[in-house]
Nanobody, 126 residues
Framework: VQLQASGGGLVQAGGSLRLSCTVS????????MGWFRQAPGKEREFVAV????????YYPDFVKGRFTISRDIAKSTVYLQMNSLNLEDTAVYYC????????????????????WGQGTQVTVSS
């Protein structure tokens, strides 16, 4: 089982990036795919989640209107489109897969996710 995250890089404030997470090794059709991030000296935090099966999406308030999560089932890939990036978005971004039966309250809890990618660095400069 492998989750491969990519697409990070250096971008100026106000710019955009699109992260990708490609899954392989098993079917994740009954899973949800989440994005988390961890800034230096901070705890890992939830960014977005999407259900492979239903396409249901959930975001925390601080990314609503700026970030968009989507999936391409044929490519086994989940995307995170990030717009209007600011300095506070600088972090290592991780994709993760969790049981699709988890409740809404658990979607933002990293310990509820079973599989993790290696992370991709996003750096926003002023």
């Amino acid at each position: 089982v492998q989750l491969q995250a990519s697409g990070g890089g250096l971008v100026q404030a106000g710019g955009s990036l699109r992260l990708s997470c490609t899954v392989s090794g098993r079917s994740f059709s009954n899973y949800v795919m989440g994005w988390f991030r961890q800034a230096p000296g901070k705890e890992r935090e939830f960014v977005a989640v999407i259900s492979w099966r239903s396409g249901l999406i959930y975001y925390p308030d601080f990314v609503k209107g700026r970030f968009t999560i989507s999936r391409d089932i044929a490519k086994s890939t989940v995307y995170l489109q990030m717009n209007s990036l600011n300095l506070e978005d600088t972090a290592v971004y991780y994709c993760a897969a969790g049981d699709g039966r988890m409740g809404k309250a658990d979607l933002r809890v990293q310990s509820k996710y079973d599989y993790w990618g290696q992370g991709t660095q996003v750096t926003v400069s002023s």
